[in-house]
């Protein structure tokens, strides 16, 4: 039989499997979602790349020798970890491990980070091609600077509350002892205005622990009639320490309460948010404004319930800074979006102050003008004022002691001596103890001449709450006062509450530990702990 002549146009079954196989990979080369590079060694040119990148058509990424793109495309620190991972695949002669590498655009600010792999490919034992595979990660790496951030924050508020906590026991010290030293000197006593100074600057004192204790310690979320301008004014006192001088505070009080229902270290919180926002945005400084008024806004409308219009209390903060343009506009609620640098912010403070101004039954609106300032509102409904609380007993008021034993325990010296020495000034019986172990053992030798315990809630190896259920279970007659820096409401479960007759807030006058001693002495037994 005669040989066939040969098509040149027509492959071998081999040779087309092989071609189709080859074509395969090239398209899928060619949409991959990440960027595949071939770089011809040596030279160091560029053979392909899949996909424009770095603000590039694909083809002048082609055009341009890798130094050259190292020096347009690359940050400056990521030059070196390339040029360093190159040498290391030539001599071990294997594909790198993934490593990250950071990029920049000719026509944006922010900066792109690309997880990259280099494999090798060596002819006759030269390396003769370097494939480079770069997968963009940077909304990745944003996020977990966030989560840097936020752990960052936590760790600072977990800080700020220890030394807040601490700095509350100093002022039960002080406040004790001012007290009592008021107490015992005479009226026209030359000293007794310096002891009012002392004072005076120790109640400063507490409050301001107070505030920042609400900041940074979780706090009661039940709503209550609250006075705004009062709430405005505890927040104006940070504000002063923290804005710096170039920034002007404007505010003027109203001349009235304006009552809102609110959790107010919320509400402390969102405004604080508000006015550390406008203090970035004038860096050159400016004028901040807080302005409070009561206004009315129309309700939602149905198709059955007219409109109608509502009592909200209104606050605006507003300020003279850089403004913001439409796209940041569109986005400035969103959790974790900021236009801060990276770790100058987390784009949570007003993504927190959203939801809080909603879970109080709230607006909040904005209007922002480039380089023409922002201005926030804040619509809260208004409320009735609280009933008047029942005017205190004055200390001279209150019963004196018929010798009652007390045992007070804190795991701060100072403290025991602070409350020991005006309990015994009312003629109470003081017992003392600097932890749970030693209590148990001062309540089993005293367990007829202790009629109440004073415990402190935050102690180490066993709390307060858990000691009042061991003493109980000792002695279940035994009164129990629990004292805290931290808000008790929150601190203590309904479980703990059964074994405790009382609080006291931290840091506390001789006038305030009296009462809530009189007070729970005189409260019937609790026969839940019998």
């Known amino acids: 039989m005669d040989a066939q002549p040969q098509n040149p146009d027509r492959l071998s079954p081999e040779v087309a499997s092989l071609t189709l196989s080859f074509g395969g990979i090239i398209d899928k080369i060619e949409s ?70 950071i990029a920049k655009h000719p026509a944006k600010k922010q900066p792109f980070h690309y997880d990259t792999l280099l494999i090798p490919v060596f002819e006759n034992g030269v390396l003769a091609e370097l494939q480079a595979v770069l997968r963009e990660v940077t909304e990745r790496v944003r996020l977990e600077t966030r989560l840097v951030d936020i752990e960052k924050m936590e760790s600072l508020g977990r800080l700020a509350g220890c030394i807040a906590h601490d700095f509350n026991n100093l002022l039960v010290g002080i406040m004790g002892s001012t007290s009592l030293a008021l107490k015992k000197m005479e009226q026209d006593h030359p000293a007794r205005s310096l002891i ?40 104006m006192d940070i504000l002063r320490r923290t804005i710096p001088r170039t920034v002007d505070i404007q505010w003027t009080p109203p001349t009235a309460p304006i009552w809102v229902e609110m959790v107010r270290a919320d509400f402390e919180r969102i405004l604080l948010n508000l006015a550390l926002n406008a203090r970035d945005s004038m860096p050159h400084g400016g004028l901040l404004k807080i302005s409070l008024r009561t206004t009315y806004r129309s309700g939602i409308v149905s198709s059955d319930v007219p409109a109608r219009s509502i009592p909200y209390a209104l606050m605006e903060v507003s300020d003279t800074g850089e403004g913001m343009d439409a796209e940041t506009q569109k986005h400035i609620f969103e959790p974790f979006f900021t236009t801060k640098g990276i770790g100058k912010g987390t784009g949570l403070g007003l993504a927190s102050c959203y939801t809080l101004v909603k879970n109080m039954s709230g607006f909040i609106e904005f209007h922002s003008v480039v380089q023409h300032g922002t201005t926030f509102r804040v619509y809260l409904p208004l409320c009735r004022p609280p009933p008047p609380k029942p005017i205190a007993a004055s200390p001279r008021e209150l019963p004196t002691s018929a010798g009652e034993g007390v045992l007070l325990v804190d795991d701060e010296q100072y403290i025991l001596e602070a409350a020991r020495a005006m309990l015994e000034s009312c003629g109470f019986c003081c017992f003392s103890a600097l932890h749970a172990e030693e209590a148990e053992a001062v309540l089993q030798e005293q367990l007829k001449a202790i009629h109440l315990a004073v415990l402190d809630l935050t102690m180490p190896k066993i709390s307060g709450a858990r000691l009042a259920k061991i003493l109980k279970q000792l002695k279940p007659d035994l009164k129990i006062l629990v004292s805290s820096g931290y808000n008790l409401e929150g601190e203590l479960s309904a479980e703990e509450l059964v074994h405790i007759d009382g609080t006291l807030q931290k840091p506390y006058r001789m006038e305030e530990l009296l009462q809530a001693v009189h007070k729970v002495m005189k409260k019937p037994g609790n026969v839940a702990t019998r």
């Open 196 to 235: 009012h100074t002392i004072s005076n600057c120790a109640d400063r004192g507490a409050e301001l622990t107070k505030q920042l204790l609400s900041l940074t310690r979780q706090q009661s979320t039940q709503k209550e009639s609250h006075d705004s301008v009062a709430a405005i004014e505890s927040v």
């Open 32 to 101: 991959a979602p990440d960027i595949v590079a071939r770089i011809a060694m040596p030279g160091a040119t560029f053979l392909s790349v899949n996909q424009d990148c770095f603000g590039f058509k694909r083809e002048e990424i082609v055009r341009m020798s890798v130094q050259e793109f190292q020096e347009t495309c690359l940050a400056e620190e990521s030059r070196e970890v390339l040029l360093r991972e190159c040498e290391r695949v030539q001599i071990e002669k294997m594909r790198s491990h993934w490593f990250r590498i």
